[in-house]
């Protein structure tokens, strides 16, 4: 365990230089040229490509229904057991996110102009997606009555002019009729895109409280506002609703990567060195809280 946190760190770090970056209370010396010169991680694109497949994979078996005796194949359940949590895909992505926008942050020591982030974030985001929308529709538009028995078909359509308006304003998320239609997998990038407008305001409450107080922040105000919404039944705090939890998932991307460039982490390593078995207790427990309670809402949901 030793060697494996040493060597990581070591491999990642060299040319010590003299920027700093507030974490907490004290100053957090950051390698601002480990930073530029890893300005493209090539483990990335891995974790992306691999999450990205697990997730064409997921809605892939999702849109088949098999019956009768051959509903009970042993291969069949496998893989819907093996491809049904497409949303951790979706948690990867959100977490990966805050990681690659921290990365110049971190480099610039600044934030610049909020402006020009917001039209950055724009056409890298919302352009494909108006591509994609543009598409999908096309392919209802002439594909719509061979497929009208599917059961992609059951959730996207029929397409109406106030989904679609929805959509282009990447509102569609918080309606429960319409976060679905068009095309299911949309509900992401709505979320997503807005959290982008929140990352100005992370950035400058983790240089302001440092970023250990400022996830307990985020985490504890995303997820009261997600529990009034689920609680209330507005703004769809289902599954493919607004998710406001994301921010939290979103900023501990963002964190990692300020931890992941600080200069000195003998304390965080020896602390991981000497504590793994506990931190893997606490990691499983946490999980399967988790499971537990997702369990226990999906139970409730199905009472009521």
Same mark, same amino acid.
């Given at each position: 365990?030793?060697?494996?946190?040493?060597?990581?760190?070591?491999?990642?770090?060299?040319?010590? $230089?003299?920027?700093?970056? +507030?974490?907490?209370?004290?100053?957090?010396?950051?390698?601002?040229?480990?930073?530029? %010169? @890893?300005?493209? #991680? %090539?483990?990335?694109?891995?974790?992306?490509?691999?999450? *990205?497949?697990?997730?064409?994979?997921?809605?892939?078996?999702?849109?088949?229904?098999?019956?009768?005796?051959?509903?009970?194949?042993?291969?069949?359940? /496998?893989?819907?057991?093996?491809?049904?949590?497409?949303?951790?895909?979706?948690?990867?992505?959100?977490?990966?996110?805050?990681?690659?926008?921290?990365?110049?942050?971190?480099?610039? &020591?600044?934030?610049? %102009?909020?402006?020009?982030?917001?039209?950055?974030?724009?056409?890298?985001?919302? #352009?494909?997606?108006?591509?994609?929308?543009?598409?999908? #529709?096309?392919?209802?538009?002439?594909?719509?009555?061979?497929? &009208?028995?599917?059961?992609?078909?059951? +959730?996207?359509?029929?397409?109406?002019?106030?989904?679609?308006?929805?959509?282009?304003?990447?509102?569609?998320?918080?309606?429960?009729?319409?976060?679905?239609?068009?095309?299911?997998?949309?509900?992401?990038?709505?979320?997503?895109? &807005?959290? @982008? /407008?929140?990352?100005?305001?992370? @950035?400058?409450?983790?240089?302001? /409280?440092?970023?250990?107080?400022?996830?307990?922040?985020?985490?504890?105000?995303?997820?009261?506002?997600? $529990?009034?919404?689920?609680?209330?039944?507005?703004?769809?705090?289902?599954?493919?609703?607004? +998710?406001?939890?994301?921010?939290?998932?979103?900023?501990?991307?963002?964190?990692?990567? &300020?931890?992941?460039?600080?200069?000195?982490? $003998?304390?965080?390593?020896?602390?991981?060195?000497?504590? %793994?078995?506990?931190?893997?207790?606490?990691?499983?427990?946490?999980?399967?809280?988790? *499971?537990?309670?997702?369990?226990?809402?999906?139970?409730?949901?199905?009472?009521?």
């Amino acid at each position: 365990m030793r060697l494996f946190w040493v060597s990581f760190f070591k491999g990642k770090h060299v040319n010590v $230089t003299s920027n700093t970056f +507030s974490d907490d209370k004290s100053s957090v010396l950051v390698n601002s040229q480990s930073v530029s %010169s @890893y300005s493209h #991680l %090539s483990w990335l694109d891995q974790i992306r490509g691999c999450a *990205a497949l697990y997730v064409v994979c997921h809605h892939a078996v999702r849109q088949v229904i098999i019956i009768g005796n051959h509903a009970h194949d042993p291969f069949y359940r /496998f893989l819907q057991l093996a491809t049904g949590f497409g949303h951790y895909a979706v948690d990867i992505f959100i977490v990966l996110s805050g990681y690659c926008l921290m990365l110049p942050l971190i480099r610039k &020591q600044h934030f610049g %102009s909020i402006l020009n982030f917001y039209i950055r974030r724009t056409a890298r985001i919302v #352009l494909p997606y108006y591509g994609a929308l543009f598409l999908t #529709l096309i392919c209802i538009y002439f594909l719509m009555g061979e497929m &009208q028995d599917s059961v992609w078909a059951g +959730s996207a359509l029929p397409v109406t002019f106030e989904s679609v308006w929805k959509h282009l304003l990447l509102i569609h998320q918080w309606f429960p009729s319409d976060a679905t239609k068009i095309n299911g997998a949309f509900w992401s990038i709505g979320v997503e895109y &807005q959290i @982008y /407008f929140l990352f100005p305001l992370f @950035y400058f409450l983790a240089r302001k /409280f440092g970023f250990v107080r400022t996830f307990f922040i985020i985490t504890i105000i995303s997820y009261t506002l997600w $529990t009034i919404c689920f609680y209330f039944d507005i703004f769809n705090a289902g599954e493919n609703g607004a +998710s406001i939890y994301y921010c939290s998932l979103f900023f501990m991307g963002a964190a990692a990567a &300020q931890f992941a460039n600080q200069q000195n982490k $003998t304390q965080a390593i020896l602390f991981i060195d000497g504590h %793994s078995k506990t931190i893997m207790l606490i990691a499983f427990a946490g999980i399967g809280a988790i *499971a537990l309670v997702s369990s226990l809402i999906g139970h409730f949901n199905l009472s009521v």
